[in-house]
């Protein structure tokens, strides 16, 4: 059991205190390219997909990246990408970091003063040194009290946008097979076990077979005629990525000879994400799903030092909130994605900052009244947690 899987029960009671009480340790920067960012955050605990500097220069061209290294004592002890994106007219720029800071090593005693060292450190770079508003969204914490956005929120930054259903599904990986299908719901465990006499054979897939994936999965976006807002044209350079540590796996589920149902898995660090998933008509019946996720569990328990498996949200879909609650069953944990945080210690500056994220959250709801409009199987099913289950 890992260090993490270790506190989670020991934590359950965490009190906000401990995650605002601490005393920052004094940390270096350095600015390194984006070669060098990729190679050294593969070691990280918790490093993810958004930090990768192959991911965001291919999502984001038109922003400046920053990859951040912090030091103490010359030791790399964690890192954030920052994204440097100037708003209209030149007014003024904001520095924004997903997922991040990101811990090298969470088992350190000193984690948490470190985490609040790059805080601090990222402060003085971006808010006060170059006036920018500084926007932080930490990932979602596998604790009932997520201790860096307390903290963030300790050390003055505001509160800024959310998500419409920040719930994480995510899935404990440390377990035998035994405990991991007794931790399922009865629901979801009865549906693998049909599943399992279906007939169904799974594949752990190289890079080179990415074209019969994407084959897949432009066949069911076609199918269900869903506007894909995601980040998928990242894939190509996740996958050619020369750190193999950061390449995503692939995994395929075949029935009768016919690839039914695929997956493509970030499998670095301490947290294992699921990036994207495709299935053909037939998965459904045959409940391919279920048996793709079961075997990939497994696959990343015995070939990785993850110990979470990140199921992502849901976008609002109730089907999809059923079935990834019943996976994450009574062992995983489901958690919020905290708000974003903004600070500035300019007034000016956060005024714009915040006035730039309302625009854009303004433009993304009329986004997505739109694609409901178009096509109503994309209106989310699920009803709206309050702010008291997402993230406060």
């Known amino acids: 059991m890992s260090f993490i899987a270790d506190r989670v029960a020991s934590e359950a009671g965490y009190p906000a205190e401990r995650a605002i009480g601490i005393t920052a340790r004094p940390l270096q920067t ?12 593969a070691g990280f605990d918790e490093v993810c997909q958004e930090q990768m500097h192959a991911f965001a220069v291919t999502r984001w061209p038109s922003v400046k990246q920053e990859p951040m290294l912090f030091l103490l004592d010359g030791e790399v002890v964690g890192g954030a990408l920052i994204m440097v994106q100037s708003l209209p007219l030149g007014l003024a720029r904001i520095a924004v970091s997903k997922w991040a800071p990101m811990l090298k090593d969470v088992s350190r005693p000193d984690a948490d003063a470190i985490h609040a060292g790059m805080v601090e450190a990222m402060v003085a770079e971006y808010a006060n040194a170059r006036g920018q508003m500084l926007s932080v969204l930490p990932r979602a914490s596998i604790y ?5 956005y307390e903290r963030l929120v300790a050390r003055g930054f505001k509160r800024g946008s959310e998500l419409g259903f920040p719930a994480r599904y995510i899935v404990n990986l440390r377990l035998s097979d035994e405990e991991q299908r007794k931790s399922f719901s009865q629901t979801w465990r009865r549906q693998l076990n049909k599943s399992e006499k279906a007939g169904l054979s799974f594949e752990h897939a190289g890079p080179e077979r990415m074209a019969d994936f994407d084959a897949l999965y432009t066949a069911m976006t076609d199918r269900k005629q869903f506007s894909d807002h995601s980040a998928y044209e990242t894939v190509p350079a996740l996958m050619e990525i020369d750190v193999p540590e950061l390449r995503p796996e692939l995994f395929f589920v075949r029935h009768e000879g016919e690839l039914v149902a695929g997956a493509l898995i970030f499998k670095a660090g301490d947290r294992a994400v699921y990036l994207y998933g495709a ?46 609650k019943g996976m994450v069953g009574d062992a995983g944990v489901i958690q919020p994605v905290p708000p974003v945080a903004n600070y500035a210690s300019r007034p000016l500056a956060l005024l714009l900052g915040t006035g730039a994220f309302a625009l854009r959250d303004a433009l993304y709801a009329v986004r997505r009244a739109v694609d409901g409009w178009r096509n109503p199987k994309t209106k989310a099913t699920q009803t709206k947690p309050a702010h008291d289950e997402a993230g406060e």
């Open 144 to 148: 009932p009290v997520n201790r860096e």
């Open 30 to 41: 350095r600015i390194v390219d984006g070669a060098e960012w990729d190679r050294t955050i």
């Open 279 to 324: 299935t053909n008509d037939k998965a459904l019946p045959l409940r391919a799903g279920y048996f793709m996720h079961w075997h990939i569990i497994r696959w990343l328990r015995d070939n990785t030092r993850a110990t979470w498996y990140d199921l992502g949200g849901t976008d609002g879909f109730q089907g999809l909130h059923q079935f990834k």
